[in-house]
């Protein structure tokens, strides 16, 4: 099932009737309260029978914006909250009947005696207007309940405009639409929706919000010092604000005023009356901040922020943007996400004792569970917050060209996607990690794990590229990282000590554009509009000879996805934040659930996955490793593990991503500002951030060996 509409519709009124002559006698009484000069004129006969006839006879009421919860994992954890109008809606049996009675004191006094309109009100307030008093609108709880109603099922601020304006078609149109709401809806019916949709100023609307703005309690909870108050405010919700200076005073007043009316219609004996007058009246609030920059914790940010992007590009949700972010913050949408809190809190840990928020390199993990995609944890070494313009803590970028600009970077303080890449934000080289799609492509094509090559210490390929200091001779010409690496190597022993010159040429044999599809079914985006130029030609992907080498941009969850499908016997599965999605009616929705394709045989990805035991420490079950560039991993973890270790020219980049059969966890050190830094990043950071992270999601979980090829 897909999402429903941003707000669901309750048709209320659905006889069409004819007004009764009352109906028709007040309209003329309230068009020349409204006008008096034309009190007796043809506009007001002509609105008080005419116009009748040609209103609407059903009103579509729809349910006002409510808020949206996102929980972690566990489902109690809450996230964020996401609101337009902070309100959530409760029925009247969870209200305080002081409420309940404060708010027929403040607004309507014969709410349980009259039909919609009050006619005796309408007729003094005509008299009262004439005679040059203080001018009264007689609208009843009903009738405001109705303008409230008509303001939701707006499309337009100009149908905004027309539902609220004080004209006489509109005082009309209520006092019609409030007799037909009388008829189809019980009192408690109108009084509970009134008071779920009345608006009580700081950000609050409903009496759920308000309680807990105002008095951080529930609804049921409240007194009648603390009812009369909020009762009170509905009228006019800036001018009786009790938090300002000017609204203190006429705040206070008018909770009087309304504890005396409470005492005057028998709701409250004097000496509750007399008691609820010296009670103080509230001068700050609790206001709750909306959207991933309030997460209750700071670390919780990026993958908030992940959860945000994710739903902004669903259809589900709507044709634009635009639309899907109104579903969001007004759809009363309960949502439980994949953020595994402890592996949230393990990632930030590991990171934090190994770099500083305040370092411009970024320190960057992503946890995802294989078989079903779920993102369990993103993290970096950095605060997710705006900076302050206005008294900035972020240094200046470390891009020297943006520097001399006054252009700041990103730490400590950023909200970019710096984890998960956007359109703008497309990753950085990862280097080594890629060799796994060569591997697979080669084992796709019906070659062994035991494959031979001979690798030199330099590699002249068919490949042509003259650029230094790759290039010999208008070639592309890899080295290894040390002459050790040279000789006779097959997939084990190539993959665990991350041999250059074994790849390339395997690469070639398999086809480079070949090696390019695998990557683009086990998820790399290649968000560089160079990169997906060329990942997407497949001539240009065929001359791709630096492909295997980890060229492309990436980002830590790309490659911890990718990885994730070789543990899940080659099931590919799109990555989400996503566990379930409840409707404000109950109805869970379709629309995150896993999204997984067979990206390659299960034997193949377990082949690969067999080789890459090799380089973080663990034993092949078909051969012999000979080798690896991070042994420790296995030893740490406790349980099988298999990964790779990625590091780019000069180490401007450094990765490792590991992975047991219940988490796969990838990890960059990399500079997000300036790509052609100078630094050299450092296995010895990312490394233990990384396997760290995993052992300790692992702690206690029963020991699984992966299924043999």
Request: net charge negative.
């Amino acid at each position: 099932m897909t999402a429903r509409k941003p707000f669901r519709e309750r048709r209320i009124l659905r006889s069409a009737g004819v007004l009764t002559v009352c109906g028709m006698l007040a309209g003329l009484v309230v068009a020349a309260a409204s006008f008096p000069a034309v009190a007796m004129s043809g506009l007001a006969a002509k609105a008080g029978s005419e116009e009748l006839g040609e209103l609407p006879t059903e009103l579509i009421e729809q349910s006002s914006p409510q808020v949206s919860r996102v929980y972690a994992a566990d489902g109690r954890t809450q996230i964020a909250v996401m609101y337009d109008e902070f309100r959530s809606d409760v029925p009247l049996n969870k209200i305080s009947q002081h409420m309940q009675d404060a708010i027929v004191a403040a607004e309507d006094h014969q709410f349980y005696s009259h039909h919609g309109v009050d006619l005796k009100g309408v007729a003094r307030a005509f008299v009262n207007n004439n005679q040059g008093g203080a001018q009264q609108g007689a609208s009843t709880l009903t009738m405001q309940y109705v303008r409230m109603a008509l303001a939701y099922s707006t499309t337009s601020p100009q149908e905004v405009v027309a539902a609220t304006e004080d004209t006489a078609e509109r005082k009309l149109s209520e006092m019609k639409y409030a007799i037909q709401v009388e008829k189809q809806l019980t009192k408690q019916q109108i009084l509970e929706r009134y008071l779920n949709m009345a608006p009580f100023g700081n950000g609050a609307y409903g009496i759920n919000a308000a309680s807990q703005v105002y008095f951080g309690k529930s609804p049921a909870e409240l007194s009648v010092a603390e009812s009369a108050l909020l009762a009170g405010m509905v009228k006019a919700p800036t001018a009786f604000d009790p938090t300002t200076k000017s609204g203190y005073p006429q705040a206070l007043d008018r909770r009087d005023y309304i504890i005396g009316n409470m005492l005057e219609l028998g709701q409250i004996t004097a000496a509750e009356a007399a008691a609820a007058k010296k009670v103080a009246v509230v001068r700050t609030t609790n206001r709750p901040t909306s959207g991933c920059v309030s997460v209750a914790k700071n670390h919780w940010g990026f993958f908030c922020d992940y959860f945000y992007r994710w739903w902004l590009s669903q259809d589900a949700f709507g044709e634009t943007s635009y639309e899907r972010e109104r579903q969001l913050k007004s759809g009363g949408y309960r949502i439980v996400t994949t953020l595994d809190v402890d592996a949230q809190s393990a990632a930030r840990k590991e990171i934090t004792e190994r770099q500083k928020d305040s370092n411009p390199n970024a320190l960057m993990l992503a946890a995802v569970e294989p078989g079903t995609g779920a993102v369990r944890a993103l993290a970096a070494n950095r605060k997710f917050k705006i900076d302050n313009a206005d008294d900035p803590q972020n240094e200046l970028s470390s891009n020297p060209a943006e520097a001399r600009k006054g252009i700041r970077g990103t730490y400590p303080n950023t909200t970019n996607p710096i984890i998960t890449g956007s359109a703008n934000l497309t990753g950085y080289q990862a280097g080594s990690v890629f060799k796994m799609f060569t591997m697979v492509a080669a084992l796709e094509a019906g070659m062994g794990l035991d494959t031979a090559i001979y690798s030199p210490q330099r590699y002249k390929s068919e490949y042509l590229d003259s650029a230094a200091p790759a290039g010999c001779g208008g070639y592309y010409c890899p080295s290894n990282a040390s002459a050790s690496e040279s000789g006779t190597f097959n997939m084990w022993t190539a993959f665990g000590r991350s041999v250059n010159t074994y790849f390339v040429p395997l690469q070639e044999r398999v086809g480079a554009e070949n090696v390019v599809d695998v990557a683009k079914r086990f998820g790399v985006q290649f968000r560089e509009p160079g990169d997906a130029e060329r990942a997407n030609d497949e001539d240009q992907a065929h001359e791709w000879g630096a492909f295997t080498l980890g060229v492309s941009d990436s980002t830590p969850l790309d490659i911890a996805n990718a990885y994730a499908t070789l543990a899940a016997d080659g099931k590919y599965c799109t990555p989400t934040p996503i566990e379930s999605i409840t409707a404000e009616d109950g109805t869970v929705l379709e629309t995150g659930r896993p999204d997984c394709t067979q990206a390659t045989t299960a034997n193949v990805a377990r082949r690969a996955l067999d080789a890459a035991r090799c380089p973080v420490g663990d034993r092949a079950q078909l051969g012999n490793c000979g080798g690896s560039t991070a042994p420790q991993v296995r030893s740490v973890v406790g349980h099988p593990v298999f990964g790779k270790t990625g590091t780019t020219d000069n180490d401007k980049t450094a990765a490792l991503v590991v992975g047991t059969r219940s988490l796969v966890v990838a990890g960059y050190l990399a500079n997000p500002d300036w790509a052609a830094h100078t630094d050299r990043m450092s296995h010895g950071i990312v490394n233990p951030a990384v396997y760290e992270t995993l052992a300790d999601y692992m702690d206690g979980k029963p020991v699984e060996e992966f299924p043999k090829p």
